[in-house]
């Protein structure tokens, strides 16, 4: 009886171990899997726990009648983005957030905003999301990330927001190992926490931070030389 008891306390104390040593938690929301696929690369990367957030109702086509049953949720958010009733419904969420010191989201963007389901998820969770580090990934055909980034920012008032976020468009999409792996490089500079990184493709050569190699450095701003941040600033 005392050995079972024993045992058990040891399982638990080997599983909470297990919890604690991913700091980072990965939330995501996928319509047609492109970040899904993102946060696949990711976990490749890095030691992550992830969150996929999910519409309350299943089997909605968000892309029918060209994107408009996508839009009538953007605009209603749009509209009154202060009232609960404006976003739709998600099913319930049982992660505890409050143990991940870095949270990462993975989002598309929908009608240049993020997507509504996200936004659902932050407009509910946002506030036990304070002093957390926040990184953000947006995934889009080829809108520019700056509104979504934006939406983050309303709904994460007091998060700590990495100075660089991340776009990864259609044209880029396939080469998202290499651009997260630069990002990634990017945020651990900046970070407090240590991440034990997985096999992270560390490309030889000068890259931007959208995974495009650079014949060399370039005159100024942000590059990555052999896997390492690099910044110039220009005379
Ligand atoms: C309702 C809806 C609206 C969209 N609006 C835009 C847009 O305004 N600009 C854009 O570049 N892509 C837009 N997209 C495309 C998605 O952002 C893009 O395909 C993204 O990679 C989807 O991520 P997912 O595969 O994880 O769902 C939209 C997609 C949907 C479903």
Known sequence: MMRKGLIIALIS???DLGTVSAQTL???????NHCREITTSIRQQMTA????????EEGIDYAADNYNVGKELILAIR?????????PEIKPVSTKLAKYKRIIIVTPLWWNNMAAFMQTFLF?????L??????IIVSSHSSVMDPVVADAHRLIPDGRF?????????????????????????????????TYNKQRPTAKGIYNLNGQQLPQAPDHGIYIENGVKKVRIKN
């Not at 396939?174 to 240590?194: F, H, P, Y």
């Open 13 to 15: 104390l080997l599983v």
């Open 26 to 32: 990965v939330i995501y929301y996928s319509f047609t």
């Open 49 to 56: 726990d992830v969150l996929e957030i999910e519409p309350a």
């Open 79 to 87: 509209e009154n983005p202060d009232k609960a009733e404006s976003y």
């Open 124 to 128: 509910n969770y946002g506030a036990q």
């Open 130 to 135: 304070a002093g957390k580090e926040i990184g």
């Open 162 to 194: 990495y100075s660089e976020s991340l776009w990864i468009n259609n044209s880029n999409h396939a080469r998202r190992d290499m651009i997260i792996s630069n990002w990634l490089t990017v945020i651990n500079r900046e970070s407090g926490i240590r």
